[in-house]
């Protein structure tokens, strides 16, 4: 059910907070398990400078994860990220809970997952999103895929493009070329 | 000597238990080393999310491998695995321990691996699979080879394989859309 | 803005000092993060040995990076990199105090970047260089960019580039031959 | 200057030991370096499975690394690996100390490396090899390339093509179908 670029930029214009799994989305989708119980995940800085860019622009960023993980709350933590939900198996569950709190609407929000288990805030949100290398039932149910996979710019690649289609992105350019 | 379609739908009908060797199956078959002995391995979300999805349908997953490692034992617990044999480098005297065990026969079972070691058992199974990028006279020798390759979905797409041929995919999927 | 082979040529003569970003360019842009707040990098050892070829042909190596890591600081000691800039948010500024510590000028500085932070030094320097896999607007404002990506050789590529450009690649090959 | 099957074929009849370079050969050519000045180096399973046939089939096997790592040890020691020659600057050197140690002839000698370091032994050995990713001035200069990339599955294929050559392949296989 992929949307037309202006069907995109108009979905752009009400968001207050792009929302993101962890897994699969902010990593390739693997875990690294070690013998003393370690666990650790791999992210793009990429991704991380516009995550940054985003805030900067006055929107919000938050993650939503079905796996708890310090992993995550360590990467949160680098980027400013305040809204972070781990460790949660009902994620529409989770996403109401989020927007009563805040006092937002679903048009509001952005979120971009890749499994199965994200359907239910991806069939909600003003504009939903997946990696090039989500599962199938995602990707067929999501307003937009990016050409990136996960963990390797998917991320950085959609957060660049509701920033242009708020008209914000020269901003960005403009204040690293002349920072 | 793959199998049509139909024949794998009918192969799927009586399994009980869908069992997985874990280096180059439930990973990409690289181990990490470091200095100080430890070990650590890779696995997908996304596989174990489709190991969990199976355990619901009513299906036993268990994992053999011919290495013991510290790092699978912790990945098979928090998948709810119980069924963990390690450190058989006589993977075929393993299976027959099993399956005397638990009162099984071939036919019950499913088996995926991708290297020499594991053609004893995957000739004995009822239905043999192998990732994509297992070696060629695995891949020769099972049933289906599946378009993942390891440690990047082919566990998953086996097992969403086996619960469409039995008709349980739609509740996977039904229980996701509407949790 | 590529330049043509013979441009490259030139522009290799005066150079005293190939620079380097970390994130994207000695890496491919990934950052491992585990649960007790340690982090870890991966450095390809081709790209390591072309440093140090260089710095034997009398060019010194320095690194410029935004994020600052004991990582990046240990893999500098091991090549015998001493001009290590770390944790700068703003290149620029870091990139005119070490010229002007140094009394370079910046035709004889090579630097080469992945992403929007790295643009005002790109803008700079006398020869400026991005992996295959840069950011498009870095790619679009760079004189040269490598076939290899980032962590796989793009460094090694541009090294080996520079040096035939002056003229020292066959040296460092026939020391190789005959040791 | 690569060589036709049945000279590879006859270059794999007098071969005592298979010697491998580590970094780039029996790894992707990557060091994991962590804050704590931790190094990890990540193998292939199906590599490891490879050197130990090689080993029952009565070949020596070895490394030889410029670079010296713990995590080379312990792999080594995994695969009851006795010649390891580590931290070798100078390979050319150790190569001739290793082989007046034991009595060998150049000829007895297999080699894969994949960078100019190793180019003096490759050259000496009776029969050299380089991974699908060695580097250009190495592949130019070995007897035979392998369609593996190193770190998946190189070694093992290198290994499986000299197996063959010697007509000991079939016995491996049937090892494996009827252990």
């Given amino acids: 059910m992929s949307i037309t670029a202006e069907q995109l930029d108009a979905r752009a214009q009400p968001l207050r907070l792009l929302l993101f799994d962890v897994d699969g989305v902010l990593t390739e989708g693997t875990v690294t398990i ?3 119980g370690g666990e650790s995940k791999t992210f793009s800085i990429r991704d991380g400078a516009a ?18 993980s310090d992993a995550t709350s360590r990467r949160a933590a680098e ?3 305040q809204i972070v939900l781990q460790g949660e ?5 989770a996403y109401e809970r989020l927007l009563a709190d805040k006092g937002w609407r679903d048009d509001e929000v952005a979120y ?23 599962c199938a ?5 999501v307003h937009h895929v990016t050409q990136a996979t996960a963990g390797h710019g ?3 690649e959609f957060i660049e ?3 242009r289609g708020r008209g914000l992105w020269d901003a960005v350019l403009a204040s690293h070329v002349n920072p």
């Fill in 34 to 36: 070690d013998g003393n």
């Fill in 51 to 68: 995550i940054v860019w985003a805030q900067r622009a006055g929107l919000e960023v938050g993650l939503l994860s079905g796996r708890a």
């Fill in 79 to 81: 980027l400013g990220i």
């Fill in 89 to 93: 198996s009902n994620k529409r569950a």
């Fill in 112 to 134: 971009m997952g890749d499994d199965l288990i994200d359907l239910p805030v991806l069939a909600r949100v003003g504009l939903s999103a997946a990696p090039a290398d989500a």
């Fill in 137 to 141: 039932d995602v990707q067929q149910r």
């Fill in 154 to 156: 998917a991320v950085r």
């Fill in 161 to 163: 493009r509701v920033l």
